[in-house]
């Protein structure tokens, strides 16, 4: 019953094999003051926080039913997809400690973060709910990350940022967020494809997302030394009017995904990776040199 798959149309998702790229940028041509706003920055570093322990949830949650998958492309798009969570974490790790750590305190709000999400809830819906609503809500946050990638991709505060390595951290973990959006969202529709389950994940990520990231942004900005408030007020208002932006998209990404037989696919973004792909590919080559 509300199985999902009476509206859906037959996709796989994406079309190309998925590739991990491992980049080793240190970031030394980051200088304090360079580049964006304070919102902007602000904004960035908040969803970097919450990143590493996140894409771990969602490795484990796929990781759970991995061994019910019997198509072989669905197969080694998890693989690829675990193995481009795992470089994320990584890097985004090593960006929070030394670039975010080095400037803020963030080991209370990251303990905090992981201890009620990961110690605490996760292991409570997966007993109430069964492992399957951890699936929905990576579904859903992959679908949320491919949104945050479309808008990043085209966003001129993020082409304009004068960091190399900074723009394309950005421009990487963007790129493969679009080339795996449909992975997490066709394990759970193989595993379960209950209409009201896929939401449920939805519903869940609507509020814990914006509570933790907001937390995170709110925690780093009390610690901004003569930080103009009413100027990054302006930023956000701003932000929250424009059609392209963050959080306008979002609001949008949450009510497609209402949709009986929506797929990630639906939004075609192919081409926006294309366009960047090689810069991103040329700045890791020269990363590892
Ligand atoms: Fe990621
Ligand atoms: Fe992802």
Redesign the pocket.
């Known amino acids: 019953m509300f199985s999902e798959s009476q509206f859906a149309a037959e996709r796989t998702g994406g079309g190309k094999k998925l590739k991990v790229r491992a980049p080793k940028w240190t970031f030394e041509d980051l200088t304090p003051g360079q580049d964006v706003s304070v919102f902007a920055k602000t904004l960035f570093h908040a969803l970097s926080l919450v990143f590493p322990d996140g ?1 771990r949830f ?1 490795i484990r949650s796929v990781n759970a039913y991995k061994d019910q998958i019997t198509d072989a492309r669905l197969i080694a798009d998890i693989k690829a997809f675990i193995g481009q ?1 795992v470089q994320h974490g990584r890097v985004h790790e090593f960006y929070n400690e030394k670039i975010v750590g080095g400037k803020f305190e963030i080991q209370n709000y990251l303990k905090l973060h992981r201890w009620v999400n990961y110690s605490l809830i996760e292991p409570i819906t997966n007993f109430l709910f069964s492992p399957k609503f951890s699936l929905s809500i990576t579904a859903a946050a ?1 679908h949320y ?1 491919a949104t945050w990638a479309h808008n990043a991709l085209t966003d001129d505060r993020v082409r304009n940022i004068k960091s190399d390595s900074l723009r394309n951290l950005i421009y990487w973990h963007a790129i493969e ?1 679009i080339e ?1 959006k449909h992975v997490a969202f066709n394990v759970l529709r193989e595993v379960d494809d209950n209409y009201f389950l896929r939401i449920g994940g939805l519903l869940f990520l609507a509020v814990s997302m914006p509570a933790w990231v907001g937390l995170g942004f709110v925690y780093l900005l009390a610690q901004e030394k003569e930080v103009d408030v009413l100027k990054v007020l302006k930023d956000l208002v701003a932000d929250a009017s424009s059609g392209n932006g963050l959080t306008r998209q979002f609001v949008n990404a949450f009510f497609s995904y209402f949709r009986p037989g929506f797929h990630p696919d639906d939004i075609n973004d192919q081409e926006l990776i294309r366009e960047i792909a090689s810069e991103v590919e040329q700045s890791i080559k020269a990363s590892a040199a």
Do not use: A, D, L, V
């Open positions: 894409e969602f969570e992959e990350t967020e795996h």
